[in-house]
């Protein structure tokens, strides 16, 4: 990954974000930053919010050179309700094949797969943010709201910026 693409601002696919802007964690409610305001990866914060487990589901994937963006939802399981709108750009060429092979067949999310890896890695928030959402959004997430929260992070691998990521809750507090 070129430091380029580790400094670049995120974009969400498809237009469901019109706007991204930087915020401060105390300006987010207390359930918001508890779930953000942290170093360590989405898909375990959220498996320890809901037992029963989420499930994975790309909206969309795609690979351009060595870079593999995937747009996808985290969904309870206990009722297919999204909680976890998200972007990916991954750098496929600072990652081991197997683990590549394994983020594009979309099995199960991006940090369960790091996790089970053993790849050394760690997690850096860039800053949160306030997402203005367009209609299409509350269509795909049934969140209704105007803008939603959430932060973007950079996740090193072996000490190199790997991977970016927008995170978004919705249907959250």
Do not use: W
């Amino acid at each position: 990954m070129t430091e380029s693409i580790a400094a670049q601002t995120r974009t969400p696919r498809d237009s469901h974000i019109v706007e991204l802007a930087e915020i401060q964690p105390a300006s987010m409610s207390a359930d918001a930053r508890t779930i953000l305001d942290h170093d360590r990866h989405m898909t375990t914060v959220q498996q320890e919010r809901f037992p029963d487990g989420i499930s994975l589901d790309v909206l969309h994937a795609n690979i351009d050179g060595g870079l593999y963006t995937r747009e996808v939802m985290l969904r309870r399981k206990s009722d297919g309700i999204p909680v976890l709108y998200a972007v990916l750009d991954v750098s496929c060429d600072l990652l081991p094949a197997p683990l590549v092979d394994q983020l594009k067949a979309a099995e199960q999310p991006f940090g369960q797969i790091l996790i089970d890896s053993g790849i050394e890695r760690r997690i850096e928030v860039q800053r949160f943010v306030t997402a203005a959402t367009l209609p299409a959004f509350a269509g795909l997430t049934g969140d209704d709201r105007e803008t939603v929260v959430g932060r973007e992070i950079i996740i090193y691998c072996d000490d190199q910026p790997a991977i970016n990521v927008l995170e978004l809750l919705v249907n959250e507090p």
